[in-house]
């Protein structure tokens, strides 16, 4: 897999290198450019795919857990679609995480309290889920991540330990920030698509024909249409004899310090 540390340091040395080449036989002076500008696409495309683990260690899925699968929630609480999946879940005897926006769960306390009382699991989610965080310094990452910490201890009186990144963005600023915070990133192994334009039935055929076992699923809580993948997906769940358990039990970490 590849790395951003290693990579800037075998970066560096061909550029020098480069240099050097430039210097003593004039090649072209795009030559020196061209690693730095591979370097470039590397970062920007590795900002975006959580699952390639670039800037910081991420856990997408424990193969090791045959008969399980993990269902995590991003966005909520929602006070209208939040109690819809909680019944769901309720009524398939489902388990599952909700990655909480920490500005929402003080505005529905009461919600992210139910949600830890019927046995799921509840991750930091950011507290602003700014659009911008990905261009933030350390510093300003490292407030907002903490602002969601103090929120989760204010509603739920625990501190918790899980992160996911908002927008599944990651960057060598996020990842400083979530080290000195001592945050556990987790990424997922299937990404439902469940907030574009995609239709429930091409959202569920592409479920069915790849989720395996051990899987971490990415859904929100944020509108019908991820309800009714959600009621969809655990029919399959139950047809395959697996049990929908939290991120915390499927990756055998803990959820909260
Ligand atoms: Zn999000």
């Keep these: 897999m590849l790395k951003h540390q290693p990579i800037r340091i075998v970066v560096m040395l061909t550029v020098i290198a480069l240099l050097t080449v430039f210097l003593v036989w004039n090649i072209s002076f795009y030559w020196v450019l061209f690693p730095v500008f591979l370097w470039l696409v590397l970062i920007v495309v590795g900002s975006f795919h959580v699952r390639w683990n670039y800037f910081l260690p991420m856990l997408h899925r424990n193969a090791e857990k045959v008969n399980s699968i993990a269902i995590s929630f991003d966005d909520g609480p929602h006070p209208e679609f939040?109690?819809?999946?909680?019944?769901?879940?309720?009524?398939?005897?489902?388990?599952?995480?909700?990655?909480?926006?920490?500005?929402?769960?003080?505005?529905?306390?009461?919600?992210?309290q139910q949600i830890i009382a019927?046995?799921?699991?509840?991750?930091?989610?950011?507290?602003?889920?700014?659009?911008?965080?990905?261009?933030?310094?350390?510093?300003?990452?490292?407030?907002?991540l903490e602002k969601a910490l103090v929120a989760g201890q204010v509603v739920l009186g625990k501190k918790m330990r899980l992160f996911r990144p908002a927008f599944g963005v990651t960057n060598p600023n996020i990842a400083k920030a979530t080290q000195q915070l001592q945050l556990q990133t987790i990424g997922?192994?299937?990404?439902?698509?469940?907030?574009?334009?995609?239709?429930?039935?091409?959202?569920?055929?592409?479920?069915?024909?790849?989720?395996?076992?051990?899987?971490?699923?990415?859904?929100?809580?944020?509108?019908?249409?991820?309800?009714?993948?959600?009621?969809?997906?655990?029919?399959?769940?139950?047809?395959?004899?697996?049990?929908?358990?939290?991120?915390s039990q499927l990756l055998d970490i803990k959820a909260y310090d």
């Design 82 to 112: 939040t109690p819809k999946v909680l019944q769901l879940l309720k009524q398939h005897q489902a388990q599952a995480t909700f990655f909480c926006i920490g500005e929402k769960m003080l505005d529905y306390p009461d919600l992210a």
């Design 118 to 144: 019927e046995g799921h699991c509840i991750g930091n989610h950011t507290y602003s889920h700014d659009r911008t965080i990905g261009f933030w310094t350390k510093v300003k990452v490292e407030r907002d």
């Design 188 to 247: 997922w192994s299937h990404r439902t698509y469940d907030t574009t334009k995609r239709s429930k039935e091409r959202i569920v055929s592409r479920l069915e024909k790849r989720i395996r076992a051990g899987d971490i699923v990415l859904l929100h809580d944020t509108s019908e249409k991820s309800v009714a993948v959600l009621e969809q997906l655990l029919l399959m769940i139950k047809k395959k004899n697996w049990k929908a358990v939290t991120v």
